[in-house]
T-cell receptor
Framework: GAVVSQHPSRVICKSGTSVKIECRSLDFQATTMFWYRQFPKKSLMLMATSNEGSKATYEQGVEKDKFLINHASLTLSTLTVTSAHPEDSSFYIC???????????FGQGTRLTVV | QKEVEQNSGPLSVPEGAIASLNCTYSDRGSQSFFWYRQYSGKSPELIMSIYSNGDKEDGRFTAQLNKASQYVSLLIRDSQPSDSATYLCAVIAAGYSTLTFGKGTMLLVSP
């Protein structure tokens, strides 16, 4: 299957700082990437849809100024959590869909802990 | 309203048995259906996709789709303890590009 690489896998940061998470499709081009967050024992929550070369589409209730998404190329999307607070601690996961395809493949996820 | 319903489980089966996981969806126009497996603390892994009515087999996995009943299922034959995970049903509703996930069914396979 297609490979999506997400980095870092785990990060601890201080409250008030910003953290950038990268999502790369390694063996395919992805016009669209998706960002999710997941709290322990809860279901995936879609945060935003990232479109190459255009602004991301955020789901209702997700602050676009806090969760900055950049999709500058067909293989890379980044999520920056700005001014992180302890309540932002969560498991962030990206997925990517090959251009023209229906299946979406997930990265390994990033466990963010804000202290 | 796009909804995907799954029994949360846990579904417990003995090793070697067939595990049957079920999912219903609300949007009749949905065309694309997926099963993901998620181990605790890990991200989801795509195991099956199905787009037309009937069965689709891949190794020990069989996905079944019935659009008239708005029902999709996953059968796992010869279940192994390593199959113990949460299985997520996901649907792309008509006119959308995003996946709508069910809450997942936890499967426990006992040795």
């Amino acid at each position: 299957g297609a490979v999506v690489s997400q980095h870092p896998s785990r990060v601890i940061c201080k409250s008030g700082t910003s953290v950038k998470i990268e999502c790369r499709s390694l063996d395919f081009q992805a016009t669209t990437m998706f960002w999710y967050r997941q709290f322990p024992k809860k279901s995936l929550m879609l945060m935003a849809t990232s479109n190459e070369g255009s602004k991301a589409t955020y789901e209702q209730g997700v602050e676009k100024d806090k969760f900055l998404i950049n999709h500058a190329s067909l293989t890379l999307s980044t999520l920056t959590v700005t001014s992180a607070h302890p309540e932002d601690s969560s498991f962030y996961i990206c997925s990517a869909r090959p251009s023209g395809g229906q299946e979406a493949f997930f990265g390994q996820g990033t466990r963010l802990t804000v202290v | 309203q796009k909804e995907v319903e799954q029994n949360s489980g846990p579904l417990s089966v003995p090793e070697g048995a067939i595990a049957s996981l079920n999912c219903t969806y609300s949007d009749r126009g949905s065309q694309s259906f997926f099963w993901y497996r998620q181990y605790s603390g890990k991200s989801p892994e795509l195991i099956m996709s199905i787009y037309s009515n009937g069965d689709k087999e891949d190794g020990r996995f069989t996905a079944q789709l019935n659009k008239a009943s708005q029902y999709v299922s996953l059968l796992i034959r010869d279940s192994q303890p390593s199959d113990s995970a949460t299985y997520l049903c996901a649907v792309i509703a008509a006119g959308y590009s995003t996946l709508t996930f069910g809450k997942g069914t936890m499967l426990l396979v006992s040795p």
